[in-house]
């Protein structure tokens, strides 16, 4: 039959006298009896809640342990509940219940630096918050004090990444040249964002601005039955088309056509296409209608769709609105274009009045791009009053570097 044994109450204990059970952070130990523990007890009496703080110390021939029952390494549990352990007496067959606290020891290392006592001076609310989130909180918010301490980590690598990458450019380059560099993408603006792929490095004026960049070869092939009726236009129905306000910079493509197939070819094509560019810039939001009445293929108006316009919510309807900045980016690809049509020129006073946006707006696009600015050649006749009013400009390379802060106009004073 089992024996049994019965339990003794220690009566009313003193704080001190607790029992104490630990509770290593890093693992259990093997060796228990080889450690060497020792017991500090706060000196000072009269302050409540510093009487009775408490340090307990485990010695090894190897490492040391610190536990404590204050600050924030101390375990939460002391304070929420009461805990007791009990001691059998073999020869009386009696257990005697003391009441225990619990103390969670942590590995020191030779050398760290303690910061419990700074830590209550210099928490800020953010991390008093936490703490109590850590003692008390749910697991929702654990989760998230978790997720958002990781990604404070991350941002912070992030940063010292950014910051070594910075220093060995400027170590590379120089503090001058990137000055220098910085001052050059300002001084383009917002200009920069809008204009079509460029190559700097190229060997021909024609592939700065390729023309597969402007239309693909699946674009061009699919204008080849509105390019047909464009080259079908007679001289009657060109000059009706001026009477009525036809774009002008179409016109006058139109007028000149060259005389072999392919540049022929070539140029009724991008007249067409020129001619929806222009009509697009000269309004504020499009249907799906857009182009039907010309005959536009569909991969023509996606593309224009896609590139050119940006989607707004109104009225429960999804509309395609042309921003101010598509209309400059419509300008860019419309200079392009016309480069490629032109021998690598283009008339400035005609696409300014097509587009119907002031002449320094094209002429700010045109060195954005850096076109170099021309003048027409004064002739004696009386046409020299007209000539002379068109601006020209013509891609040659190397482009055009213009310093912006030289030509920006200055302000008005309003009186």
Avoid: W
């Avoid at 001619?275 to 293929?297: H, M, N």
């Amino acid at each position: 039959m089992a024996g049994s044994c019965s339990l003794v109450c220690c009566g009313d204990e003193r704080e001190d006298d607790k029992a104490v059970i630990v509770r290593f952070s890093n693992g259990s130990i093997k060796n228990a009896d080889k450690l060497d523990f020792s017991m500090y007890r706060s000196a000072d009496k009269k302050n409540p809640r510093k009487k009775n703080r408490q340090i307990l110390v485990a010695e090894s021939d190897r490492l040391s342990y610190v536990g404590n029952n204050f600050g924030a390494e101390s375990l939460k549990c002391n304070n929420l509940c009461r805990y007791y352990v009990g001691v059998l007496n073999k020869k009386t067959m009696q257990m005697e219940v003391h009441s225990a606290q619990l103390f969670n020891m942590q590995p020191v290392i030779a050398g760290e630096m303690d910061t419990t006592t700074s830590q209550d001076t210099t928490q800020t609310f953010r991390d008093k918050v936490d703490s109590l989130i850590e003692a008390f909180g749910t697991n929702k918010q654990k989760r998230a004090l978790s997720s958002r301490r990781l990604n404070q980590v991350g941002s912070d690598t992030l940063h010292q990444a950014v910051a070594k990458a910075a220093s060995t450019v400027i170590d590379q380059k120089g503090l001058e040249a990137l000055q220098q560099e910085v001052a050059e993408t300002e001084a383009q603006g917002d200009l920069a964002l809008h204009l079509p792929p460029c190559n700097g490095n190229a060997h021909k004026p024609e592939n700065v601005y390729s023309f597969d960049d402007l239309l693909s070869p699946a674009e061009f092939d699919a204008l080849e039955e509105a390019g047909s009726k464009m080259a079908a236009l007679t001289p009657e129905e060109l000059q009706q088309m001026r009477d009525d306000g036809g774009n002008l910079c179409v016109l006058k493509h139109l007028e000149k056509m060259p005389t072999l197939d392919d540049a022929r070819d070539k140029i009724v094509r991008c007249a067409f296409y020129l001619s929806l560019i222009l009509k697009l810039a000269r309004q504020k939001s499009i249907t799906r209608k857009f182009g039907q009445e010309e005959g536009c293929p569909r991969i023509i108006q996606n593309k224009l769709f896609r590139t050119f316009t940006v989607e707004s919510f109104s009225n429960r309807r999804v509309l395609n609105i042309v921003s101010s900045s598509m209309r400059a980016k419509l300008a860019a690809y419309s200079l392009a274009l016309l480069l490629h049509m032109g021998n690598m020129t283009v008339d400035l006073t005609l696409l300014h009045r097509d587009l119907s946006i002031t002449e320094a707006r094209v002429i700010e696009i045109a060195k954005s791009m850096g076109l170099t600015l021309m003048r027409p050649t004064r002739a004696k006749a009386d046409k020299a009053v007209l000539r002379d009013e068109h601006k020209e400009a013509s891609l040659l390379l190397p482009l055009v570097k213009y310093d912006q802060s030289t030509e920006r106009r200055k302000r008005k004073k309003m009186h």
